[in-house]
């Protein structure tokens, strides 16, 4: 459903300094399943962005559908702002939309991130509020003042040389993961399609259903390797971070990898045992952890600030990116693209 709130003004393309925010052409993507924001809410935020500039406001209708809806403003050169009203996944898509030539700040529209789902990563990690009121009040106050930033993403791609080298491209804005974690993502949302909230408990329970149910959680099957290092061999865990905190728990941060930031490339956690002592003892410190200190220890290894590596599994795992499921793979490359989207902060 599309809905257009026309304010009359003469537009022109760019980004508006202070004063002429009514000049801007913007495309509000709804996602109407967001969980934590009811219809009256949306309507809401919609009248009072629409109070503000051009907006086009359009409600997803399908799987991928925030990804076309991005990939046809970034085509456009008419709009100047996409904001993504929804969960991470809704973020994840009109990323992928926006992005799907590459990255190009200068010419691309800007990106504005209203949280609506169960935690809301990336948002909360850009400082903004993890309501969606406020956060759109805090949007249109960053817009007044011509407030924004320019930030690095991830990008995985198919391996040359194996069978995953077909694979399409796919940018992720906050964390990606290869095995356990990717597992217990698949598992929820197995649940969510048989009518279940995505709720923290609900996580909670599909990760120790995972944990019991691993295959490989005492000997890994997955390698990291990059350019000019010796290769980390028989992880069992491998959690790629783009920001910092990792996730939430409620309103708890959890910081797997404290130093990554969307200023630089891209941070590793990995495991190489996952029996019940060692999962009791990482599970508590990242439960634990601070901007100072993650997850450590003899069977933990971290890597931070990386432009490129490859992880590589002897057996076919599941893959995670901003905490959407994408099947199983043996082989993914992992890429930090610094300064890729310009986003309203």
Same mark, same amino acid.
């Given at each position: 459903?599309?809905?257009?709130?026309?304010?009359?003004?003469?537009?022109?393309?760019?980004?508006?300094?202070?004063?002429?925010?009514?000049?801007?052409?913007?495309?509000?993507?709804?996602?109407?399943?967001?969980?934590?924001?009811?219809?009256?809410?949306?309507?809401?935020?919609?009248?009072?962005?629409?109070?503000?500039?051009?907006?086009?406001?359009?409600?997803?209708?399908?799987?991928?559908?925030?990804?076309?809806?991005?990939?046809?403003?970034?085509?456009? #050169?008419?709009?100047? +702002?996409? @904001?993504?009203? !929804? &969960?991470?996944?809704? /973020?994840?898509?009109?990323?992928? =939309? $926006?992005?799907?030539?590459?990255?190009?700040?200068? #010419?691309?529209?800007? +990106?504005? @991130?209203?949280? !609506? &789902?169960?935690?809301? /990563?990336?948002?909360?990690?850009? =400082? $903004?509020?993890?309501?969606?009121?406020?956060?759109?009040?805090?949007?249109?106050?960053?817009?007044?003042? !011509?407030?924004?930033?320019? /930030?690095?993403?991830?990008?995985?791609?198919?391996?040359?040389?194996?069978?995953?080298?077909?694979?399409?491209?796919?940018?992720?804005?906050?964390?990606?993961?290869?095995?356990?974690?990717?597992?217990?993502?698949?598992?929820?949302?197995?649940?969510?399609?048989?009518?279940?909230?995505?709720?923290?408990?609900?996580?909670?329970?599909?990760?120790?259903?995972?944990?019991?149910?691993?295959?490989?959680?005492?000997?890994?099957?997955?390698?990291?390797?990059?350019?000019?290092?010796?290769?980390?061999?028989?992880?069992?865990?491998?959690?790629?971070?783009?920001?910092?905190?990792?996730?939430?728990?409620?309103?708890?941060?959890?910081?797997?990898?404290?130093?990554?930031?969307?200023?630089?490339?891209?941070?590793?956690?990995?495991?190489?045992?996952?029996?019940?002592?060692?999962?009791?003892?990482?599970?508590?410190?990242?439960?634990?952890?601070?901007?100072?200190?993650?997850?450590?220890?003899?069977?933990?290894?971290?890597?931070?600030?990386?432009?490129?590596?490859?992880?590589?599994?002897?057996?076919?795992?599941?893959?995670?990116?901003?905490?959407?499921?994408?099947?199983?793979?043996?082989?993914?490359?992992?890429?930090?693209?610094?300064?890729?989207?310009?986003?309203?902060?």
């Amino acid at each position: 459903m599309i809905i257009s709130y026309l304010i009359p003004t003469s537009a022109c393309a760019g980004y508006h300094p202070v004063g002429t925010l009514q000049l801007m052409r913007a495309l509000l993507v709804v996602n109407p399943a967001a969980t934590t924001t009811s219809a009256r809410t949306r309507d809401v935020l919609i009248h009072a962005l629409a109070s503000e500039m051009k907006l086009e406001a359009v409600t997803t209708e399908y799987r991928g559908h925030a990804r076309d809806l991005g990939r046809q403003a970034a085509e456009s #050169r008419d709009v100047d +702002l996409v @904001v993504a009203l !929804g &969960g991470d996944g809704t /973020v994840n898509e009109v990323v992928n =939309g $926006l992005l799907h030539a590459g990255p190009d700040p200068e #010419r691309l529209p800007r +990106l504005a @991130v209203v949280p !609506g &789902g169960s935690t809301n /990563v990336f948002a909360r990690a850009l =400082g $903004l509020p993890n309501d969606a009121v406020e956060a759109t009040g805090a949007i249109l106050d960053a817009l007044r003042d !011509g407030s924004e930033r320019t /930030v690095g993403l991830g990008l995985t791609s198919g391996t040359p040389g194996t069978e995953d080298e077909a694979v399409p491209a796919r940018w992720f804005t906050f964390n990606a993961g290869l095995g356990f974690d990717a597992g217990v993502v698949g598992r929820v949302e197995q649940q969510r399609e048989r009518g279940r909230k995505s709720t923290h408990a609900l996580y909670v329970r599909q990760a120790m259903r995972q944990f019991f149910g691993e295959a490989h959680r005492r000997h890994g099957t997955i390698t990291l390797e990059r350019p000019d290092a010796d290769p980390v061999t028989d992880l069992v865990l491998s959690i790629v971070s783009n920001t910092s905190p990792w996730t939430f728990l409620g309103n708890h941060p959890m910081y797997a990898s404290p130093k990554a930031s969307f200023d630089k490339g891209l941070d590793v956690l990995g495991l190489s045992r996952m029996t019940t002592t060692a999962v009791a003892r990482y599970g508590t410190q990242l439960l634990t952890s601070s901007p100072e200190r993650g997850p450590h220890g003899k069977h933990a290894f971290s890597l931070h600030d990386l432009d490129q590596f490859t992880l590589h599994s002897k057996v076919p795992l599941p893959l995670q990116m901003d905490g959407d499921h994408l099947g199983l793979r043996t082989s993914v490359t992992f890429t930090g693209v610094r300064r890729a989207l310009r986003v309203i902060v």
